[in-house]
């Protein structure tokens, strides 16, 4: 069956290095999208991507970069991590309108990161 | 731009009883509207989806909402919980009109299951 996964599933790190949250998607769509998940926010957008070696900032990208060399995977990776990006992170995908026959998205079963 | 309002940050229910929950949209053409339940320390799973059509949806888990374009609302109804629906839920809208754009999430709604 086709999935997204995510890894890892726990992660802690210290302030100041760069940690990498892999994600992969095996339902071949176009559409990818990173967001982070803090008590009263809800889901926030990072960044997001509609297909390979294109990406697109959301509305706290700050502090992230992501690429997507292919179909299948988009690594978040924060360059130097903070104490305020301790959070737990979810990636999505989807089809793009056209593609498929929903544009619902699939989410991951998130990445617990705590930066000290 | 579109924006989702949960009125409801936490909700608690008996078991047995009814529930709604609220969601409302900004938007200025009817768009895609989604509801999804975040069980915890899960990801977020699909319960239901409105495109267009039939405004009142059946979803999975004996949930369904109802579209309400003069209210703007699509909330989420089930008429007996049961303990298992104690979650989060979300309400999320995207844009039919304006190609491949992300879709928006509500802040959720926290729901409690009492016996």
């Known amino acids: 069956d086709a999935e997204i996964t995510q890894s890892p599933r726990h992660k802690i790190t210290e302030t100041g290095r760069q940690v990498t949250l892999a994600c992969h998607q095996t339902?071949?769509?176009?559409?990818m999208f990173w967001y982070r998940q803090d008590l009263g926010h809800g889901l926030r957008l990072i960044h997001y991507s509609y297909g390979v070696q294109d990406t697109n900032k959301g509305e706290v990208s700050d502090g992230y970069s992501v690429s997507r060399s292919n179909t299948e995977d988009l690594p978040l990776t924060l360059e130097s991590a903070a104490s305020s990006q301790t959070s737990v992170y979810f990636c999505?995908?989807?089809?793009?309108?056209?593609?498929?026959?929903?544009?619902?998205?699939?989410f991951g079963p998130g990445t617990r990161l705590t930066v000290l | 731009a579109q924006s989702v309002t949960q009125p409801d940050i936490h909700i608690t229910v008996s078991e047995g009883a009814s529930l709604e929950l609220r969601c409302n949209y900004s938007y200025g053409a009817t768009p895609y509207l989604f509801w999804y339940v975040q069980s915890p320390g899960q990801g977020l799973q699909l319960l239901l989806k409105?495109?267009?059509?039939?405004?009142l949806v059946q979803g999975i888990k004996g949930f369904e909402a109802e579209f309400k374009r003069s209210q703007s609302s699509f909330n989420l109804r089930k008429p007996s919980v049961h303990w298992s629906d104690a979650a989060e839920y979300f309400c999320a809208v995207g844009r039919p009109d304006s190609g491949n754009t992300p879709l928006v999430f509500g802040k959720g709604t926290r729901l409690s299951v009492i016996a």
């Open positions: 409105y495109f267009s059509g039939d405004t």
């Open positions: 999505a995908s989807s089809y793009k309108p056209g593609q498929g026959d929903s544009v619902e998205q699939f």
């Open positions: 339902w071949n769509h176009n559409n």
